[in-house]
């Protein structure tokens, strides 16, 4: 199966109150041309689509014209919501583009799923974790220390990954197909940059890349396991994966 794996877009962004409209129209004209050229059966954008949660309207055109010229290559697009993306902003439009092979899955609570091939046969079982907000997954109780609180938070994101593995295992049954998992966290290794606005302020600093279930496969955003921030503060536009065979 062929796969671009890919985050942080986000669209609608200024530089310096300089727009980078242009950027990101070369970027997904060359992400477009790229499904194209290799083929991709499927996009998985791990977070941050817009730079905001309220994106200005060229940044949705963007978006949109995006999504309907991929569907015409045959290739899917998974999309995952990031710390800077608005729920709503992602859902309003999500019944749409669900007819036009786009998943779209902005909070937590959707079950792994079958990601196929081009040709409809399965490709991978694919865990769509989003950016997991502390409020869907622990209630804050009085009395808590700072560290207390990150434990439980982080015993809670390790707990939900752990729970769409086995969703995933479930679904995999004895068919020989790799189990793939996103994500939009910073992981322990992936030291936190200027450029990204921290995710979990005050509460959870990194998440151990140990605790990461043993799927084939981790999309992560904005950083993946083990990441050197130096290789990454321009990673806001994303490279081509390797498109493994998996």
């Known amino acids: 199966m062929r796969i671009i794996h890919t ?3 986000h669209l609608g962004q200024n530089f310096y109150s300089k727009s980078r409209a242009a950027e990101h129209a070369a970027f997904l004209d060359w992400l ?11 996009i998985i954008v791990a ?5 905001t949660g309220s994106p200005p309207s060229y940044a949705r055109e963007l978006y949109n014209h995006f ?16 710390n800077h993306d608005s729920v709503a902003t992602l859902n309003e439009s999500r019944d749409i583009l669900a007819f036009l092979k786009t998943t779209v899955v902005a909070n937590a609570g959707h079950a792994p799923f079958v990601l196929p091939l081009r040709d409809g046969s399965p490709g991978a079982i694919f865990c769509p974790v989003p950016f997991l907000r502390p409020r869907e997954l622990v209630t804050s ?13 982080l015993t809670a994101i390790s707990d939900y990954y752990q729970q769409q593995y086995q969703q995933a295992c479930d679904l995999r049954g004895d068919r020989p ?18 450029a990204v606005r921290e995710i979990y302020i005050g509460t959870l600093d990194a998440f151990p890349a140990s605790r990461f279930p043993p799927v084939d496969y981790i999309g992560a955003g904005p950083y993946p ?3 050197d921030r130096r ?3 321009a990673y806001t536009l994303q490279r081509l994966a390797n498109l493994p065979e998996l």
């Open 67 to 82: 999504v309907v010229q991929l569907q015409q290559t045959g290739c899917r697009l998974v999309v995952l919501a990031g």
């Open 225 to 227: 396991p083990g990441a």
């Open 7 to 9: 985050s942080d877009w």
């Open 32 to 42: 477009l041309a790229s499904a194209q050229e290799h083929e991709v059966d499927a």
């Open 141 to 153: 109780q009085a009395g808590h220390s700072s560290g207390e609180k990150q434990q439980l938070l």
């Open 231 to 233: 290789r990454l503060r």
């Open 177 to 194: 197909l790799p189990i793939i998992a996103s994500g939009h966290l910073t992981t322990v290794g992936a030291s936190k940059s200027d």
């Open 47 to 51: 977070g941050d689509i817009f730079d």
